[in-house]
């Protein structure tokens, strides 16, 4: 049974004025954006005529609530106009892109020619480069909608699939959240699993902390290219940026915190039992504090589920590559391990399943929001995890009667499932849950 919950993820259009494919009377004064929640103080609104000339305008403005930009605009000449704009939602760092187009018509008295109609004017659109209201190349197009836009209009924006919403932009992001996410995982599991293993054979020990600092670094390096892309979105778009900007918003101040944490990790893991579960715990809070979860309510239940989904996969990832890594030169050892890792791998998916149904429960307001882009992707996880589930029991089957010839295989090819797992989620952190 789906909940209904109080969502403050990705900012989203409201209302614009002028509105979107209306004929103006009088050339307007400014043009106003108005949001749903806060977005940056750093953002890009433009006015372009027929010719694709830039009007020349004054500086943008914000309101002191943040939920609505504006720029001044002289007086426009009759003709079509398109509007563009830029954001990033203040409570997660989505950019919020989107276009449309008005009309000035000013009668004279010598006019004798009837105004034309919306009706009208919406036929006459395609003529230009043809965008429809509010059309984004981010993740969030279908809310860029405004709460008057017909139902017609706003289901066919629902029904783009995300090969139309595709571009090279966006394709850097899924690659750089996904080296992300696997440096992520491989680095929380790889201390987990240290508590395990670290009585094991110097020889083992020494290439197990060589591999830990090459998953920190991968860590690293997906993290400190998330930051960076984040910043660069709005290089691309023209948008000054201030010094402050990072830090004086959630999302970017959690960011750091994670980027500040992992550079700590550096120097102090696989020293220290303590300070190894301190690491754990604040890179797995900081990290589900800046994700959905700390988005809708309750927010407290949530953000718990997601730490617990995050160790537990963590868990079953890092165990994958642990037995794959060592699988040769180090059997006797990963033999050893195999029964740990089949029992706390078999707690993990319970884990992941109840906290994952709960979050998704949490995440859509309704069934129909599993023909989203991010509902399919979230069903396309499910049954990737159900493949997995029916190969883990494969395995324990195959551990139990002692048949471990080609034990390797199945273990591979869960490690490959596990990778494709891994892309979906990086998709699914960028897109929004919400229809």
């Not at 998953?215 to 290219?225: D, P, V």
């Not at 078999?346 to 309704?366: E, K, Q, R, Y």
Request: aromatic share 12%.
């Amino acid at each position: 049974m789906f909940t209904g919950s109080t969502a403050y993820s990705h900012s989203f259009v409201v209302d614009e004025s002028p509105s979107a494919n209306s004929e103006l009377d009088i050339s307007p004064t400014e043009i106003r954006i108005f949001f749903n929640s806060e977005v940056e103080k750093n953002f890009m609104i433009k006015v372009f005529n027929e010719q694709q000339q830039e009007i020349l305008s004054e500086s943008g403005q914000i309101s002191e609530n943040r939920k609505e930009i504006s720029i001044q605009i002289p007086n426009l000449e009759n003709g079509k106009y398109k509007v563009e704009y830029y954001v990033i939602s203040s409570n997660d760092g989505h950019p919020i892109q989107g276009s449309y187009y008005f009309k000035v018509n000013v009668i004279t008295t010598s006019t004798t020619e009837p105004v034309k109609g919306a009706e009208e004017l919406q036929t006459e659109l395609p003529e230009m480069e043809q965008i429809e209201p509010n059309q984004s190349t981010s993740n969030i197009v279908e809310d860029n909608q405004p709460v008057n836009a017909d139902e017609s209009s706003k289901e066919e924006s629902q029904k783009q699939t995300i090969i139309e919403k595709f571009n090279p932009s966006e394709l850097l992001i899924y690659i750089m959240k996904t080296i992300y996410f696997f440096g992520l995982l491989l680095l929380i599991g790889w201390v987990l699993i240290w508590q395990i293993v670290r009585s094991n054979s110097l020889e083992l020990k020494k290439k197990y902390l060589l591999y830990g600092i090459v998953f920190q670094i991968i860590h690293l390096a997906g993290l400190t290219s998330v930051i960076l892309i984040q910043l660069n979105i709005f290089t691309i778009h023209g948008v000054s940026l201030s010094f402050n900007f990072p830090i004086d918003s959630s999302f970017g101040f959690l960011w750091f915190t994670s980027l500040f944490i992992s550079l700590l990790g550096l120097m102090i893991l696989y020293k220290n039992r303590w300070f190894d579960l301190f690491f754990i715990f604040a890179i797995v809070v900081s990290k589900s504090l800046n994700s959905h979860a700390a988005e809708f309510d309750p927010v407290p239940l949530l953000v718990i589920a997601d730490c617990i989904h995050l160790l537990a996969a963590s868990f079953w990832a890092a165990g994958l590559v642990y037995i794959l890594l060592f699988w040769r030169k180090q059997r006797l050892y990963v033999k050893s391990f195999l029964p740990i890792f089949s029992t706390y791998a078999l707690i993990s998916f319970v884990l992941l399943t109840v906290t994952g149904s709960v979050m998704a429960m949490n995440f859509l307001p309704n069934i129909e929001a599993l023909r989203t882009p991010w509902g399919i992707l979230l069903l396309v996880k499910i049954i990737l995890v159900c493949i997995v589930i029916f190969i883990g029991s494969k395995v324990r089957l195959k551990m139990k009667n002692n048949q471990t010839v080609d034990l390797g295989r199945w273990i591979t090819f869960d490690f490959l499932l596990m990778c494709f797992i891994v892309i979906v989620v990086a998709i699914l952190t960028y897109l929004n849950p919400l229809p």
